[in-house]
């Protein structure tokens, strides 16, 4: 990618945005399935309903809160430069905490108005990561400033106007869907066009996306996985598992650079924007 100029790989970038978004507002609106909220293990155990999948979030609330002690306590400090550098990763750890409980007020009762405060902080928590990203390999102040301020903002209006919608009857889910699979293609570009990185290596991205596809693969195949388990454990469930493992990879991304596992060509980054 040292052919193209940072002008000329910003344009990619911005153009695989466009698309992406061009293909969806094609659509029709995207109403929420209500059949989304029959869960396949649906059980009521010790007086709680939906049990495995209520009590399957504490994975998303010890790695969110692992991940909060951590930056805090100095353990992670080795991997940044400036304060600035670890807001993406608060926000991030911290939307995580938050899915835990949102997602466990979610499956207590489902109903799209719970939803919507289990699929708030996931949409923050993506948003997070791509800035990120975007900090690393192509601009620290955009992406620890400005542009996370914008992306947390935007996921925020896109769940807003997916529930208001809702109300109005005419259900619509496409912000919502830009934000969960958008950066399944825009993170593996940013990592090709801007191979330079101090915290997030390919390696590391990659397998975050490989949980994340895992967790979507578990959650579609919820009914299917729970025949297979003997009915004791669903795809639903084990899609928490694996979304959190996820999230673990990101605390373990941050480690391996805080303990300075880099090539030193690789610690620049790229200020010109």
């Known amino acids: ?10 344009g990619i970038l911005l153009a695989l945005t466009l698309l992406v978004a061009a293909v969806l507002l094609s659509l029709d609106p995207l109403p929420q399935d209500p059949g989304y909220h029959r869960f396949a293990d649906d059980r009521k155990l010790l ?11 504490l994975a998303f609330v010890l790695v969110g809160a692992l991940g909060l002690v951590r930056l805090f ?5 080795a991997a940044f430069h400036a304060p600035s550098e670890r807001r993406p990763y608060l926000l991030f750890f911290a939307a995580l905490l938050l899915v835990g409980l949102g997602s466990t007020y979610y499956h207590l009762l489902p109903s799209n108005e719970r939803l919507f405060w289990d699929r708030l902080p996931i949409a923050t928590a993506f948003l997070a990561l791509c800035a990120a990203v975007v900090a690393d390999r192509i601009d620290a102040r955009a992406g620890n400033g400005w542009l996370l301020l914008l992306l947390t903002l935007s996921g925020g209006v896109a769940l807003g106007y997916w529930i208001w919608s809702e109300w109005q009857g005419q259900g619509d889910l496409r912000g919502y869907i830009f934000i969960q699979f958008y950066p399944l293609l825009a993170l593996p570009l940013i990592l090709w066009l801007f191979p330079r990185y101090r915290i997030c290596s390919a390696g590391h991205i990659g397998w975050i996306i490989f949980w994340y596809g895992v967790a979507k693969g578990l959650e579609l195949s919820d009914r299917q996985i729970y025949g ?16 959190a493992l996820a ?27």
């Open 247 to 273: 999230a673990l990879v990101v605390l373990r991304m941050l480690q391996v650079a805080a303990d300075g596992g880099k090539l030193p060509l690789t610690a620049k980054r790229n200020r010109h924007l």
């Open 47 to 57: 007086g709680i309903p939906n049990l495995n999948d209520v009590v399957s979030n």
């Open 1 to 10: 990618m040292n052919r193209l100029g940072l002008g000329e790989r910003i």
């Open 228 to 243: 297979l388990f003997g009915q004791i454990l669903s795809g639903h469930t084990l899609k928490h598992l694996a979304a």
């Open 73 to 77: 306590n100095g353990r992670l400090q």
